[in-house]
């Protein structure tokens, strides 16, 4: 069985035919497997989810217990149709998962949904799972993307919640993932107090705490008066009227998009913080090099810079050009 | 070089002026010298270094990654220097000082720039290299004026921004002097022939105010619509300077040359043709240029109207009381007839002269000013020797068009809004305004804005084009830049016409007439 038979882009995702089975679907499907709980990959509507134990979680979570009609924990080696699947820690955010799909006869495949190989204290690390076929988001396919060390970007949070003592730091982060993972990073950065936290991070705050990751200290941004200098809240939130209780707030956002100037101008930040969850340009070619697959497919990103690097390095490499993620989720 | 670079990032992305302004100090007071007075250079316009060419930049790219990577990247990026910032490769273990930058950029010939900035490069990490490169190539870029710089040093120590004003042109960087100065050393000497001295300010005031002040003690002028200057020949050195002490000399070559007297005068720059003073639109032509054509020094001729002395031959006359600074100038030739001085008004009552401001002779006149005869000549904004009695501001009713979020203490709230008047059955946007309201005005507004959004652009929202402001302005410049023609000076919001209908609004032709 050739490559493309086993898993291809359709309008609905990638489909897997002698699996009969979506991965990360877009739209309502009978069988999903699904890499990670952001909204984008993690869908509601299906006939049957599969998906790591705190996936299926945080999909509960986020849509309610009905999300699917039944659901199953990925474990192990597990048969579906035709091919045996077995699910591996991507090290994006907590529960992700790279998905291998292993034909009887014929190449492997490894779908890395959105994966990243900085040390992140709210997820297990990306594991390196030999393949035929590797495929790779490209986010950040573009050499100018050279993540710093995210603790030299928290010095720079504290350097100015020091110089700016009186002003409220609001620092958008999305909330899966993110924002839990700032959270983590202020208290290594030694911010012991009390963290102020958005309404609309809070259940998923709860349950990383649940999940045994220190969190330290949260309060709620709900009221008035929010004794924290540093309060964390989805970006979308600094468009709201709840912003309004702060007096001359520093706004801050962390993503992988703040070392580019003009994506920061665009967000009218005045404290960008370059945090990412995805893998940078180093990374991915990295990466790619230790698996050495015999061929590469590009999901979704910058892919013409990650195409023009595969064609100088010789490694065969095709865009699968999916619809429906997005690059902003970050 | 991390400091700096620092700074520069954190100026790059902070709007309001205070806290600037703390950025600033903070790195000027933890710096040591030289590196803090490069810096402050670097930062108001007066380091003088060999500029980088973005050919060469792009040469030393070339050598280094595939071409089409490259341009893929400069794509995304869309900054020169932000781009080679990002793509040089190398870990920036060092903190090299701003000084061997500086020196570099000075002392290197141009057979050995590439190289010499390579390796330069080679040394620093991603942030500084944006920072060395925007040093290279000239472009700073961070809204700081240099007026701004003065009031952080200002901040720092004892001596108060007017006397660093007037020390300012005989400074040279890295200003060691200076800063030994603020801190607690001896004041430098003037240095620099032709110095600019701090400038008197005028409070304003109303008829109401007036009637607790006795008239004779005053002197009226017109108050012009140009730009208040400080005019300097001193030895033969010539100067223009604007209110803040900035050197324009270079954009009026007409004016400079007619500076033929020995000492420092105050007055107005204005553009005239023969009799007639032009617009501030025509002013403003020659303004922020570091040269001047030929064709616009005869079609835009730039004049002086002088109403103060503050040296003549040799004298300081700051101290003498403002009739007997007077008695002097009326008595000056200037021979030149781009020099003039500014008359007096004869009134006797606050009365006559509220009918006077209230008509007066030229269209570029804003106002009146009134001076106390005994006053001395005293830099800064003392209340009450200087009053500025401003004509009414000029209103049209406007519709609220967009609306855009605000920074700092008016994070969430849309707090910047486009307004438009009616041009047949349209609306055509006029202007932007972003003050003038109160606290409580601010949340109606913003409420109002997320009530009748239409389409949201980022931070920008269009609203439903039924709201009228009353907008106030000072004046009037055709404008090729705004689509409407125009260009209004100083917009605020006077009112908010919640009872007033869409259709009620101004046409555009009736603000149109309101030209000068």
Request: net charge negative; aromatic share 8%.
């Amino acid at each position: 069985m050739r490559a493309d038979q086993i898993l291809h882009p359709t309008e609905a995702g990638l489909y897997c035919p002698p699996g009969d089975f979506f991965i990360d679907p877009v739209r309502p499907v009978p069988r999903a497997l699904i890499t990670h709980g952001h909204g984008d990959h993690a869908r509601s509507g299906h006939g049957s989810v599969l998906a790591t134990r705190q996936t299926l979680e945080i999909m509960a979570i986020r849509y309610g217990e009905d999300f699917t009609r039944t659901r199953q924990v990925a474990e192990g080696q597990i048969r579906v149709g035709d091919v045996t699947v077995s699910f591996h820690p991507a090290g994006h955010i907590l529960g992700s998962a790279q998905i291998r799909v292993r034909p009887d006869k014929g190449p492997t495949i490894v779908v890395s949904g959105d994966y990243c190989r900085a040390p992140n204290p709210v997820c297990a690390p990306y594991e390196p799972v030999p393949c035929d076929v590797f495929v790779t988001e490209a986010t950040f396919g573009l050499p100018v993307f050279r993540h710093p060390d995210p603790l030299s970007e928290m010095a720079r949070l504290t350097a100015s919640m020091a110089e700016f003592p009186e002003r409220p730091h609001l620092i958008g982060a999305y909330a899966l993932g993110k924002a839990q993972r700032v959270i983590s990073l202020a208290r290594q950065a030694g911010i012991d107090g009390p963290i102020a936290i958005h309404g609309a991070l809070q259940r998923l705050c709860d349950y990383h705490v649940e999940q045994g990751i220190e969190l330290g200290e949260l309060i709620p941004a709900t009221a008035a008066d929010v004794p924290a200098q540093l309060v964390i809240a989805p970006p979308s939130a600094f468009a709201s009227p709840w912003v309004q209780r702060f007096r001359d707030p520093v706004i801050g956002f962390a993503s992988g998009w703040m070392s580019v100037r003009a994506r920061a101008r665009q967000r009218g930040v005045e404290l960008p913080l370059i945090v990412s969850d995805h893998v940078d340009w180093p990374q991915v070619t990295r990466t790619v090099r230790e698996l050495a697959p015999s061929e590469l497919w590009i999901t979704h990103g910058n892919e013409d810079g990650l195409m023009r690097w595969c064609e100088l390095e010789g490694i065969p490499a095709r865009p699968l050009r999916l619809v429906g993620y997005e690059d902003e989720s970050e | 070089m991390k400091a700096f670079a620092h700074l520069l990032e954190r100026l790059a992305f902070t709007g309001a002026r205070n806290a600037k302004l703390r950025l600033l100090r903070h790195y000027l007071q933890s710096t040591p010298d030289p590196d803090r007075g490069w810096a402050l250079a670097a930062l108001t316009g007066d380091l003088k270094l060999r500029a980088v060419t973005p050919r060469l930049l792009r040469g030393l790219m070339a050598e280094r990654i595939d071409e089409q990577l490259f341009a893929l990247s400069y794509d995304f990026v869309g900054d020169l220097a932000e781009t080679i910032a990002l793509l040089w490769q190398g870990d920036g273990g060092d903190d090299v000082p701003l000084s061997d930058a500086v020196a570099l950029l000075q002392d290197t010939g141009r057979a050995g720039l590439p190289a010499a900035i390579a390796a330069m490069l080679d040394r620093l990490g991603p942030s500084e290299r944006l920072a060395f490169l925007k040093l290279a190539t000239g472009n700073m870029r961070v809204g700081l004026s240099a007026r701004m710089a003065r009031i952080a040093l200002a901040e720092m120590g004892t001596p108060d921004v007017a006397d660093i004003e007037e020390i300012w042109h005989g400074l040279t960087p890295p200003y060691a002097p200076l800063f030994d100065w603020i801190e607690g050393g001896e004041r430098p000497a003037q240095a620099a022939l032709a110095p600019f001295r701090p400038v008197m300010l005028s409070t304003p005031v109303d008829l109401d105010q007036l009637q607790g002040f006795d008239p004779a003690d005053y002197v009226a002028e017109w108050k012009w619509d140009g730009i208040r200057v400080q005019a300097v020949n001193d030895g033969g050195v010539r100067k223009l300077y604007s209110r803040t002490g900035e050197d324009v000399s270079g954009a009026f070559p007409d004016v400079i040359e007619a500076l033929n007297f020995d000492g420092a005068v105050d007055g107005e720059l204005l553009v005239r043709r023969g009799d007639d003073i032009a617009p501030f639109g025509d002013l403003q032509q020659r303004l922020n240029r570091k040269t001047v054509t030929k064709a616009m020094l005869e079609s835009h001729p730039a004049g002086l109207r002088v109403y103060d002395l503050l040296v003549w031959q040799g004298r300081d006359m700051r101290p003498l009381p403002h009739s007997e600074r007077r008695a002097v100038l009326q008595a000056v030739d200037f021979g030149s007839d781009r020099i003039d001085v500014s008359p007096l008004l004869a009134y006797a009552t606050w009365d006559d002269l509220a009918a006077l401001r209230a008509d007066p002779p030229s269209p570029v006149i804003e106002g009146v000013m009134l001076k106390r005869s005994d006053s001395a000549y005293v830099g800064g904004r003392p209340r009450g020797p200087w009053f500025k009695w401003k004509r009414d501001p000029m209103i049209v009713d406007a519709v609220m068009l967009y609306a855009q979020r605000g920074h700092g203490k008016r994070s969430g709230f849309y707090s910047d809004f486009t307004f438009g008047l009616w041009d047949g059955d349209q609306l055509v946007p006029v202007g932007k305004a972003y003050f003038g309201f109160t606290d409580e005005e601010l949340r109606e507004l913003d409420r109002f804005v997320r009530n009748n959004t239409t389409e949201r652009f980022g931070p920008v929202r269009s609203v439903v084009p039924r709201l009228v402001l009353e907008v106030a302005f000072e004046g009037l410049n055709e404008s090729a830049r705004h689509k409407s023609g125009l260009a209004m000076r100083f917009p605020r919001i006077s009112r908010i016409r919640w009872d007033k209908p869409a259709s009620e609004a101004d046409l555009l032709e009736t603000l149109r007439a309101m030209l000068p």
